[in-house]
């Protein structure tokens, strides 16, 4: 055998040699990675819902906080403020009799809600910290999920794990893995982030042209806030199952879970793609048949001339006639069109 057969013989056995320790140890890495970042770091209640304090002297978080306020929140709400002066004093000098005490009164609620946003950013976090610990919490030492172990060891290899469905099952082990630390990483970020700029996207409900970009920025801190705690239970329940499919199953769920609730609409919002959609779509669809309906009604009660105040035998008669209105005017109307041409043209 030549040098290059050799060398080629070496590197082959060399790659099945990683290969099989990768499988072998794959679990293993698999729940020292699940333990080590994802339980510790993401999942424990203090973590997942940290305390929200921007405290100007503490630096960090706080200094950008007021950062954003003074510098960008201030100007923005002073040429609000001064754009609705000008409008109320135009209204009042030209007399255009427009009446703003209806919009005065939202943009006051806007103001408010802008003002207290973080307040109200630092509650929702509270309250999911309250209802995530129960969850948290759940199933004792042997059915919770802050240990890996519980269910990435139940996963099978099969009797051969150095086949390639083996080798497929620890990449797929792995990538579920790392796309729940990627998403819970984004979301902690989001925590952080979004109470900063809240004020400013709270100010965008003003305006018609931007009312949708700052609910979507609330509903997605919403969200975002409250999703640990459908994420919990799909682990939860990987924790009693045996079946390896079920398993990665599970952690499927869990990794997209995220996803599904900062769809648009929003799923804590209106339910989201559950039945806003289908709602929406079929009053879209019912509310013109009943104006038309409407109409038609009103048009063959008024052509037959029924007065208010009638005795009822009279009124009975009417009502005869009427019925008799409406069948001529149904028939009149499922009649085919007729072949008559607009203009006679004579030979």
Do not use: C
């Not at 990683?18 to 990675?33: K, M, R």
């Not at 609705?84 to 609620?109: F, R």
């Not at 802050?146 to 009797?159: E, K, T, V």
């Not at 952690?251 to 289908?278: H, Q, R, V, W």
């Amino acid at each position: 055998m030549d040098i290059v057969g050799i060398i080629s013989r070496a590197i082959v056995d060399a790659i099945g040699l990683l290969l099989s320790g990768i499988v072998a140890q794959g679990i293993i890495i698999a729940t020292v990675l699940y333990n080590g970042f994802i339980a510790e770091n993401l999942l424990t209640p203090g973590e997942a819902f940290p305390y929200l304090n921007f405290n100007s002297l503490s630096g960090g978080e706080g200094s950008l906080y007021y950062f954003v306020m003074f510098n960008f929140y201030d100007p923005i709400l002073t040429i609000i403020l001064t754009a609705l002066g000008l409008i109320y004093l135009l209204n009042a000098s030209l007399e255009l009799k427009n009446n703003l005490k209806n919009m005065w009164i939202k943009v006051l609620l806007i103001l408010i809600l802008s003002n207290i946003s973080f307040f109200i950013s630092q509650d929702l976090v509270m309250l999911g910290n309250a209802i995530y610990t129960q969850i948290y919490n759940f199933g004792g030492s042997r059915h919770n999920f802050h240990d890996g172990s519980n269910f990435l060891m139940n996963i099978n290899l099969g009797p051969n794990p150095n086949t390639t469905i083996g080798i497929f099952i620890i990449v797929l082990v792995f990538f579920l893995v790392l796309f729940l630390l990627i998403t819970l990483s984004i979301r902690l970020a989001i925590i952080f982030t979004f109470p900063i700029l809240i004020p400013i996207f709270t100010i965008f409900l003003i305006l018609p042209q931007t009312r949708d970009l700052g609910i979507k920025i609330w509903w997605l801190y919403i969200d975002a806030v409250f999703s640990p705690i459908l994420i919990g239970i799909p682990l939860i329940l990987a924790t009693y199952s045996n079946n390896s499919s079920l398993i990665l199953g599970f952690l499927a769920l869990s990794d997209t879970i995220p996803f599904i609730l900062m769809k648009e609409p929003s799923f804590i919002g209106n339910l989201g793609f559950l039945f806003g959609y289908s709602a929406e779509s079929t009053a879209v669809k019912t509310i013109p048949i009943l104006r038309n309906v409407s109409r038609d009604l009103k048009t063959v009660v008024a052509a037959s001339g029924i007065p208010i105040n009638m005795s009822y035998s009279a009124r009975k008669n009417r009502n005869l006639q009427v019925r008799q209105s409406v069948r001529n005017y149904s028939s009149r109307n499922s009649r085919p069109p007729s072949n008559k041409t607009f203009f006679r043209v004579r030979p």
